[in-house]
């Protein structure tokens, strides 16, 4: 049943809330319910804006939050290039029971003025009484934080999006409202509202069951905004939508990972050492290259594919696959064998396992004592790189082969750790003769980290959020990939790509808040609310120790600071810049934490578009010695330090 379906119910009630609600022109016809139409009404000239909107959800009481997102079969934009030229279906969309929790709202409004709206440096007044721009939890009543951009992503664009980002995540299963009032035009003029949406503030009758079979919902919608301060009268657009639960985002994750330990048992995977290379490097003793055996959730064991569904859609194993590791065992381990704690890493965009073996890892492993490993991110590693490409060009609606083969990578990871925590104890590969000639392991099964940079951050603070590990550092991180990619130049390719099938920036701006509601199964976004503020089922809390680098050019440091608000973290010691939300403490400090690092880079744009030059600074950080020791003390502590003297800048 489509929202306003329900003539019992939905019709009735919009009589009784509004007047003259369920008449058309004049001459008093009932207006029929019928399913609603593929374009919102309210709109002002984009078919699918505003979005994400309870427009295009539906009831379903089977749903966790009671609620299905329902696009209609031309809501998505017609893809056009040439030979290539289809309706994109919304299926994958459509089993999802709610919008992401970080995603942006998007709306066009020709001609706005950002005068007044709060900008990324600015997200504090949003809050204000004299804010023209709020976000209301309409089951609380809270107020959150928001800021807001036009999208200046394509140049050359007549028309932009206003996209609308959170500051912090919007509650899991929770409805929103979004709201605007007194905007004005470029020439310093009012702007009005759409037909559509001042018949429904105002109360006005029509004939159109777009209109007046959710007269209803914005009874609740004003009266959110009113309770808050705003006056009806002076909105010149408002909707609201519902974010999806905890488990419409994280179930199939969770139970691949229950299933896949389950299906290789307490003693872990099969496996092969392929070969051992000793005296590899200065500081690394001893390069393990293997593979294990690991269960498949995905139709197909390939690249352009996504997970099996069983008749409840839940992932089911599918055989198996087969997954290849590296492990780094460093040289302190070789003339001073004892258990050293793993370090298990996560590789940056479309990469691999390899980047394990870049200089500093090795050195600080040996200086550090640890052992490293790690295994290339199904989903997300060099081969899928042409996969997603020809996803963009031929079947963009097949977006899932990225989120849904992150998560069997997931799987992956969980059963490579696994390895790593039992057979792979006593193998004799990982252990060294003490003096007295006894053969002694060098890994500590107990003791279990996760460092990841870039990407490795991105998808990694997932799986630490899925997973047991306690303390994770997230270099270079941040989210969601819909405030990220803008800002992107790795992603430039991506959109060249984009443009050639869409020629309205605005479908870009469409499709990144559809594909940020499936990413959010596969990346940290999606997971912020339960790293530590809410954990799943049977984990603990966990610690975040975020580190970036002013001037990255390929993650944004908004990302990091979104994701930093919603882990409770704090900047230690002296800060580069005060971020809003974020409180800074003396230090030591038990606890999440920011640690921004600049290192001279130009200012970077204050629009959506990546940096212009040649300088960036997102490897800068990981090879920092004050930053390596800031992460160590904080892995086997607990505690997070300030080693700068004054702020982390160039010395």
């Known amino acids: 049943m489509r929202a306003g379906d329900n003539i019992g119910v939905r019709s009735a009630l919009a009589c009784v809330l509004w007047l003259a609600g369920c008449t058309g022109e004049p001459d008093g016809k009932t207006v029929e319910p019928r399913p609603f139409s593929d374009c919102d009404p309210i709109s002002y000239s984009y078919c699918s804006f505003p979005f994400p909107s309870t427009y295009y959800l539906r009831e379903d009481s089977a749903s966790p939050t009671g609620w299905r997102v329902n696009l209609g079969p031309t809501t998505l934009p017609f893809t056009d290039q040439g030979d290539i030229s289809y309706q994109p279906r919304p299926d994958f969309w459509n089993e999802r029971d709610g919008f992401s929790p970080l995603a942006p709202f998007a709306i066009d409004i020709p001609n706005l003025s950002l005068d007044g709206i709060p900008g990324h440096d600015q997200i504090g007044d949003s809050l204000l009484d004299t804010s023209p721009l709020i976000l209301v939890d309409i089951d609380t ?14 140049a050359f664009a007549p028309a932009r999006a206003l996209l609308i980002y959170p500051a912090v995540p919007m509650r899991n299963g929770h409805r929103y409202a979004v709201g605007l009032r007194n905007l004005k035009d470029t020439s310093g003029q009012p702007i009005a509202p759409t037909e559509g949406f001042k018949a429904l503030r105002d109360g006005t009758a029509t004939d159109n069951w777009d209109i007046e079979g959710r007269r209803d919902r914005y009874t609740e919608i004003f009266a959110a905004l009113t309770q808050a301060g705003w006056s009806q009268g002076e909105v010149t657009s408002a909707w609201d939508t519902i974010i999806a639960s905890t488990q419409g985002i994280t179930a199939k994750a969770e139970h691949i990972r229950d299933d896949a330990l389950a299906q290789v048992g307490e003693d872990g995977p099969e496996y092969v050492i392929d070969a051992v290379t000793d005296d590899y490097n200065e500081n690394i003793c001893r390069r393990i290259e293997g593979h294990l055996t690991a269960p498949l959730y995905t139709e197909e064991d390939a690249v352009s594919t996504v997970l099996t569904r069983d008749a409840d859609g839940m992932p089911y194993m599918n055989g198996t696959t087969q997954v290849a590791f590296t492990i780094l065992i460093p040289r302190t381990a070789c003339e001073d064998p004892r258990p050293l704690p793993l370090m298990q890493y996560g590789h940056g965009l479309l990469g691999g396992q390899d980047e394990v073996e870049s200089g500093y890892l090795g050195e600080m492993a040996n200086q550090r004592g640890f052992v490293i490993f790690a295994s290339d991110w199904t989903g997300m590693k060099s081969e899928d790189s042409d996969a997603i490409v020809q996803m963009i060009l031929t079947e963009i609606d097949r977006f899932a082969i990225i989120p849904e083969r992150s998560q069997q990578g997931f799987g ?7 390895l790593m925590q039992t057979a792979m104890v006593q193998d004799a590969a990982t252990q060294f003769p003490d003096s007295d000639g006894n053969m002694v392991p060098v890994i500590d099964p107990d003791t279990l980290y996760y460092y990841g940079n870039s990407q490795g951050a991105i998808l990694g603070g997932s799986y630490v959020a899925l997973s047991n ?25 991506f959109f060249v790509v984009f443009r050639s099938v869409y020629d309205d920036s605005r479908d870009l701006a469409f499709w990144m808040i559809l594909m940020q509601t499936l990413w959010d199964s596969a990346e940290t976004a999606g997971y ?6 809410e954990p799943l089922a049977g984990l603990p809390a966990h610690r ?15 990302g990091a600071a979104t994701l930093s608000r919603a882990f409770g973290a704090v900047q230690v010691g002296t800060p580069v810049k005060e971020i809003w939300g974020i409180d800074t403490v003396a230090g030591p400090h038990e606890g999440s934490a920011l640690a921004e690092y600049d290192f001279g880079a130009p200012p970077i744009p204050y629009e959506n578009v990546p940096p212009d030059g040649d300088f960036d600074t997102h490897e800068d950080t990981r090879r920092n010695v004050k930053a390596q020791e800031q992460l160590w003390t904080f892995l086997t502590t607990g505690v997070v330090e300030h080693y700068c003297d004054g702020a982390c800048d160039p010395e």
Do not use: C, H
């Open 141 to 154: 009543g809270e107020r959150l934080a928001v800021w807001a951009e036009l999208d200046m992503s394509d």
């Open 412 to 418: 992956e990871f969980f059963v490579t750790a696994k």
């Open 469 to 493: 590990i306690e303390r994770a550092v997230l270099g270079v991180g941040g989210g969601p990939y819909a405030l990220l990619l803008y800002r992107s130049a790795d992603f430039t390719p």
């Open 528 to 533: 912020a609310r339960q790293m530590n503020e």
């Open 544 to 558: 975040i120790l975020m580190q970036d680098a002013i001037g990255d050019a390929q993650v944004t440091t908004l």
